[in-house]
């Protein structure tokens, strides 16, 4: 009977480990697949696919990458939504009888990638944990790249459900683990994998045991109790944070040294952005394409480092309720354009930093080289001259950034004296540590580069003792180094010397000391090698007894860089520093839209002002024809609002904000078949998730409501959202609103403090001019057909619509089928063919109860007839 051999039933042994990864499984220098892994590698990596004798009576199947190349292949699997498990050969094949031993050394998922070359520099990779009981959910967030870890929970709130889904779209994870009650909710497990996209692991109950999750985070960030943490009386929190560390101890299979600071976050520390708003207000990325352009992250950032593009990003999806915090950050971008040379010299000394985040995470995974303890010192060679320029700020923000600010001197003294300035990249090519440093290195190089001198210096000095004149050491491959006596010299050799070969005229000696010189020359590569890999762990060892000061001083700059950004854009876009209070106002004079403005070329945006408050103008009701500029108007109102929250100046002449708790918006028409819903089922849904979130600090955007169905009923919608959103004993938040229905306008006499504002326009012979300004009162007609001219419907169309809207508006009856005859080429009239019967069928045609295939087949029959 057939059976596996050796290597492979060890193969499949490992595997069983790991059955939801493909296994690279290290065979010399190439990392090799087999089975369904290897058909699996071949497909999505468009590899060739081989066979391997297995034992069995068919080959097993086969494809291999080599070894220093598969870090490219891993990344392509892992954007495909696959697990890699990488095996490695833990003994030396040359000193081993038999099967090499092999051990699974990491497991790499789209949560769990810590290598730079992996990742987006401004982009976090963020692995989320959720728990989930009756009365709540426990969250817990790392990047496993930087080392930052929070935690919070969804708790005691009106719709907790949709909360978590608002955090999950926060962070936007890569990767998420839940455990088994979670993955019992269906229509949240929907929610998140088909929303979200991310790859999802569902982890046994043993996972977030409490006690052992206690133990595991006292632990990881070495404390004695959850009170150390702040997490004494967080339950949920402390088995979503105990889970996560577990399952990264288990897939990283290393001591993750740079994790060392949970921070711990409430939810309502923030402004909360539900999914919807995210994508109608384009923050981090625009909603046609899903690209970074057209959004507000691509209009403010101008970091100089990757810390600082992720710490942008990070403050636009999390914008402030604090208004002294807020405050502060506006101050500080003050002083930074008080003084242009602080600008300059501040964007210069910023671009010359590393990746310190990155690099310490390199660092304590072990998977560093000499070149990353390089830009470690480089980067904090910066820090002092950094210092210098922001002592010139005035501001307290600032002055407590500059003080945290932390050189790390030591750690620069070490990387200098120790590190060689033109290490390799290979931490196994050798030449990574300083001459001076460490005598034996010092030692070894010397023989490396001088040991021809020392063969050379022996010879003259076995000339001299023996008086062979003739006496030669020489080299070849076989018997290595050896000194050649001819024969009529053989009378003087020393007693001492050993033969090692007898030639015709010759004979070939070797001594104690030629031997040892030898064995120095010939082993003194493999030695140095080894012995500056060892020396350079203990550097990587002692570096790491830093990591907590490198992550404050990588944090700080990152802070110091999106501020630097702040003033950057903020002087070039002509922003200016808002007025923040806990009132309830927003008062914006001359706004504009900051993303719409940076995407016009020549055109000048149009500004526009608003006002808004919980007293006599607590909403605004908007009326005007598509494209004229109510879209742009309301959300700019909102990205306003956000950007001065997040402590930026705004695109406007004056600003006086209220901090609001929340900004909702529902706009545009959009369906979502993935989840099985019509474009009406979304708005309504958006629009009652408003309603049962608002409050009377939330800022309302609303766009079209009740388009979506009947014209009554739709109307009839819209004006009991609106009642529901004045009502002060319900509600009373602030809103825009635009919309079509002019019915709406009667509002501003029944509702107090409803006003009504439409946009601008000018009409001429020519046709209708849209102003895009924003004035008190009200449309009196929609132009929607002069919208349609614009849009670039056939004349034909347009001059039949007039009619028809003509007829319309005085009640006249329509003759059924007209249309004004045209001179088009090529165009056919359908209502005015001859053929009075084909007129007879269609009027009859019962088209309610055909299926779409049977009217298209019915149209084909009638085009051939035709």
């Given at each position: 009977?057939?059976?596996?051999?050796?290597?492979?039933?060890?193969?499949?042994?490992i595997h069983?480990?790991?059955?939801?990864?493909?296994?690279?499984?290290?065979?010399?220098d190439?990392?090799?697949?087999?089975?369904?892994d290897?058909?699996?590698?071949?497909?999505?990596?468009?590899?060739?696919?081989?066979?391997?004798?297995?034992?069995?009576d068919?080959?097993?199947?086969?494809?291999g990458?080599?070894?220093?190349?598969?870090?490219?292949?891993?990344?392509?699997?892992?954007?495909?939504?696959?697990?890699?498990?990488?095996?490695?050969?833990?003994?030396?094949?040359?000193?081993?009888?038999?099967?090499?031993?092999?051990?699974?050394?990491?497991?790499?998922?789209?949560?769990?990638?810590?290598?730079?070359?992996?990742?987006?520099?401004?982009?976090?990779?963020?692995?989320?944990s959720?728990?989930?009981?009756?009365?709540g959910?426990?969250?817990?967030i790392?990047?496993?790249?930087?080392?930052?870890?929070?935690?919070?929970?969804?708790?005691?709130?009106?719709?907790?459900?949709?909360?978590?889904?608002?955090?999950?779209?926060?962070?936007?994870?890569?990767?998420?683990?839940?455990?088994?009650?979670?993955?019992?909710?269906?229509?949240?497990?929907?929610?998140?994998?088909?929303?979200?996209?991310?790859?999802?692991?569902?982890?046994?109950?043993?996972?977030?045991?409490?006690?052992?999750?206690?133990?595991?985070l006292?632990d990881?960030?070495?404390?004695y109790?959850?009170?150390?943490?702040?997490?004494?009386?967080?339950?949920?929190?402390i088995?979503?944070?105990?889970?996560?560390i577990?399952y990264?101890?288990?897939?990283?299979?290393?001591?993750?040294?740079?994790i060392?600071?949970i921070?711990?976050?409430?939810?309502?520390?923030?402004?909360?952005?539900?999914i919807?708003?995210?994508?109608?207000?384009?923050?981090?990325?625009?909603?046609?394409?899903?690209?970074?352009?057209?959004?507000?992250?691509?209009?403010?950032?101008?970091?100089?480092?990757?810390?600082?593009?992720?710490?942008?990003?990070?403050?636009?999806?999390?914008?402030?309720?604090?208004?002294?915090?807020?405050?502060?950050?506006?101050?500080?971008?003050?002083?930074?354009?008080?003084?242009?040379?602080?600008q300059?010299?501040?964007?210069?000394?910023?671009?010359?930093?590393?990746?310190?985040?990155?690099?310490?995470?390199?660092?304590?995974?072990?998977?560093?080289?000499?070149r990353?303890?390089l830009?470690?010192?480089y980067?904090?060679?910066?820090?002092?001259?950094?210092?210098?320029?922001?002592?010139?700020?005035?501001?307290?923000?600032?002055?407590?950034?500059?003080?945290?600010?932390?050189?790390?001197?030591?750690?620069?003294q070490?990387?200098?004296?120790?590190?060689?300035?033109?290490?390799?990249v290979?931490?196994?090519?050798?030449?990574?540590?300083?001459?001076?440093?460490?005598?034996?290195?010092?030692?070894?190089?010397?023989?490396?580069?001088?040991?021809k001198?020392?063969?050379?210096?022996?010879?003259?000095?076995?000339?001299?003792k023996?008086?062979?004149?003739?006496?030669?050491?020489?080299?070849?491959?076989?018997?290595?180094?050896?000194?050649?006596?001819?024969?009529?010299?053989?009378?003087?050799?020393?007693?001492?010397?050993?033969?090692?070969?007898?030639?015709?005229n010759?004979?070939?000696?070797?001594?104690?000391?030629?031997?040892?010189?030898?064995?120095?020359?010939?082993?003194?590569e493999?030695k140095?090698?080894n012995?500056?890999?060892?020396?350079?762990?203990?550097i990587?060892?002692?570096?790491?007894?830093?990591?907590?000061?490198?992550?404050?001083?990588?944090?700080?700059?990152?802070?110091?860089?999106?501020?630097?950004?702040f003033?950057?854009?903020?002087?070039?876009?002509?922003?200016?520093?808002?007025?923040?209070?806990?009132?309830?106002?927003?008062?914006?004079s001359e706004?504009?839209?900051?993303?719409?403005?940076n995407m016009?070329?020549?055109?000048?945006?149009?500004?526009?002002?608003?006002?808004?408050?919980?007293?006599?103008?607590?909403?605004?009701?908007?009326?005007?024809?598509?494209?004229?500029?109510?879209?742009?108007?309301?959300?700019?109102?909102?990205i306003?609002?956000?950007?001065?929250?997040?402590?930026?100046?705004?695109?406007?002449?004056?600003a006086?904000?209220?901090?609001?708790?929340?900004?909702?918006?529902?706009?545009?028409?959009?369906?979502?078949?993935?989840?099985?819903?019509?474009?009406?089922?979304?708005?309504?849904?958006?629009?009652?998730?408003?309603?049962k979130?608002?409050?009377?600090?939330?800022?309302?955007?609303l766009?079209?409501?009740?388009?979506?169905?009947?014209t009554?009923?739709?109307?009839?919608?819209?004006?009991?959202?609106?009642?529901?959103?004045?009502?002060?004993?319900?509600?009373?938040?602030?809103?825009?609103?635009?919309?079509?229905?002019?019915?709406l306008?009667?509002?501003?006499?029944?509702?107090s403090?409803?006003?009504?504002?439409?946009?601008?326009?000018?009409?001429?012979e020519?046709?209708v001019?849209?102003?895009?300004?924003?004035?008190?009162g009200?449309?009196?007609?929609?132009?929607?057909?002069?919208?349609?001219?614009?849009?670039?419907?056939?004349?034909?169309v347009?001059?039949?619509a007039?009619?028809i809207?003509?007829?319309?508006?005085?009640?006249?009856?329509i003759?059924?089928?007209?249309?004004?005859?045209?001179?088009?080429?090529?165009?056919?009239?359908?209502?005015?063919?001859?053929?009075?019967?084909?007129?007879?069928?269609?009027?009859?045609?019962?088209?309610?109860?055909?299926?779409?295939?049977?009217?298209?087949?019915?149209?084909?029959?009638?085009?051939?007839?035709?």
């Amino acid at each position: 009977m057939a059976q596996l051999t050796p290597m492979m039933k060890q193969y499949l042994d490992i595997h069983n480990k790991v059955k939801d990864a493909i296994l690279f499984f290290r065979l010399g220098d190439f990392y090799e697949m087999f089975f369904d892994d290897a058909l699996t590698a071949s497909r999505e990596l468009e590899i060739t696919l081989t066979g391997r004798d297995c034992g069995l009576d068919e080959k097993a199947p086969m494809c291999g990458v080599p070894y220093h190349a598969a870090e490219n292949y891993i990344a392509r699997l892992i954007e495909k939504g696959y697990k890699v498990a990488i095996c490695e050969q833990v003994e030396d094949p040359k000193q081993t009888k038999g099967i090499v031993k092999r051990e699974i050394a990491r497991i790499i998922s789209p949560g769990t990638i810590s290598d730079g070359k992996m990742l987006k520099n401004k982009n976090n990779n963020y692995l989320m944990s959720i728990y989930y009981n009756m009365t709540g959910f426990g969250l817990a967030i790392v990047d496993v790249s930087t080392g930052e870890f929070y935690t919070s929970q969804v708790v005691a709130c009106k719709d907790p459900k949709e909360k978590l889904l608002d955090e999950i779209a926060k962070y936007n994870p890569s990767e998420i683990i839940i455990n088994t009650v979670l993955f019992k909710e269906k229509w949240l497990i929907d929610n998140i994998e088909k929303r979200f996209h991310c790859y999802s692991n569902i982890l046994p109950n043993k996972y977030f045991n409490l006690e052992r999750c206690q133990e595991i985070l006292e632990d990881q960030f070495k404390v004695y109790s959850m009170t150390s943490l702040g997490l004494q009386d967080d339950e949920l929190s402390i088995k979503a944070s105990g889970a996560l560390i577990t399952y990264l101890n288990e897939t990283q299979m290393r001591v993750l040294t740079h994790i060392d600071k949970i921070k711990k976050y409430l939810v309502d520390d923030y402004m909360a952005i539900d999914i919807s708003t995210r994508r109608n207000l384009e923050l981090t990325e625009n909603m046609r394409t899903s690209e970074r352009k057209g959004s507000l992250l691509d209009v403010l950032d101008h970091t100089q480092t990757s810390m600082g593009g992720r710490k942008m990003k990070s403050w636009i999806n999390q914008p402030l309720v604090d208004v002294d915090q807020i405050n502060g950050r506006l101050g500080a971008i003050e002083a930074i354009l008080e003084n242009m040379s602080i600008q300059i010299s501040l964007g210069e000394n910023l671009k010359k930093i590393y990746d310190l985040e990155r690099l310490i995470s390199k660092i304590s995974f072990g998977n560093c080289n000499g070149r990353d303890f390089l830009s470690l010192k480089y980067s904090l060679d910066i820090i002092p001259k950094v210092k210098g320029i922001l002592l010139k700020c005035n501001s307290d923000y600032i002055e407590k950034l500059n003080n945290d600010l932390d050189p790390i001197s030591e750690v620069v003294q070490l990387i200098e004296k120790s590190i060689h300035p033109e290490t390799p990249v290979s931490v196994k090519d050798g030449n990574l540590i300083r001459d001076g440093y460490n005598d034996e290195v010092d030692y070894y190089r010397n023989i490396t580069v001088s040991g021809k001198d020392l063969i050379i210096n022996l010879e003259i000095q076995e000339r001299e003792k023996t008086g062979i004149k003739s006496l030669k050491i020489k080299y070849n491959k076989i018997f290595g180094y050896y000194i050649d006596v001819t024969k009529s010299n053989l009378h003087s050799v020393p007693n001492h010397y050993i033969r090692k070969q007898t030639l015709a005229n010759s004979e070939r000696y070797y001594t104690d000391e030629l031997k040892d010189i030898e064995s120095k020359i010939l082993n003194a590569e493999d030695k140095i090698i080894n012995l500056e890999y060892e020396i350079f762990q203990s550097i990587r060892k002692e570096v790491l007894n830093y990591v907590q000061r490198i992550k404050q001083t990588a944090e700080n700059i990152s802070v110091i860089d999106v501020l630097y950004s702040f003033a950057i854009v903020s002087y070039k876009n002509n922003y200016i520093k808002p007025i923040i209070n806990s009132g309830d106002e927003i008062i914006i004079s001359e706004g504009r839209h900051p993303v719409v403005e940076n995407m016009l070329s020549e055109q000048e945006f149009v500004p526009n002002s608003c006002e808004l408050n919980c007293v006599d103008a607590t909403m605004l009701v908007i009326t005007g024809p598509n494209m004229a500029g109510k879209s742009t108007f309301i959300r700019q109102v909102a990205i306003i609002t956000l950007m001065a929250q997040i402590g930026c100046y705004v695109p406007a002449q004056e600003a006086i904000l209220g901090v609001v708790d929340r900004i909702f918006t529902r706009v545009g028409a959009s369906d979502d078949l993935a989840l099985g819903h019509s474009t009406f089922m979304v708005e309504m849904s958006e629009v009652s998730n408003i309603l049962k979130n608002a409050t009377s600090k939330s800022l309302i955007i609303l766009d079209e409501i009740g388009r979506g169905t009947s014209t009554f009923d739709g109307l009839s919608i819209a004006w009991s959202v609106v009642e529901y959103l004045h009502n002060k004993e319900i509600l009373g938040a602030k809103a825009l609103f635009a919309t079509h229905y002019h019915e709406l306008t009667q509002l501003e006499n029944i509702l107090s403090g409803v006003k009504n504002y439409c946009i601008k326009v000018q009409e001429s012979e020519e046709g209708v001019i849209f102003l895009r300004k924003i004035i008190p009162g009200s449309a009196d007609q929609s132009y929607g057909i002069e919208v349609a001219k614009l849009a670039g419907l056939p004349d034909q169309v347009v001059k039949r619509a007039r009619e028809i809207l003509s007829k319309l508006e005085n009640n006249e009856e329509i003759v059924e089928g007209y249309l004004p005859k045209t001179n088009l080429e090529n165009e056919i009239n359908l209502f005015n063919y001859s053929d009075k019967l084909i007129i007879e069928e269609l009027k009859k045609l019962p088209i309610d109860d055909m299926t779409p295939m049977e009217v298209m087949n019915y149209i084909y029959e009638l085009k051939k007839r035709l």
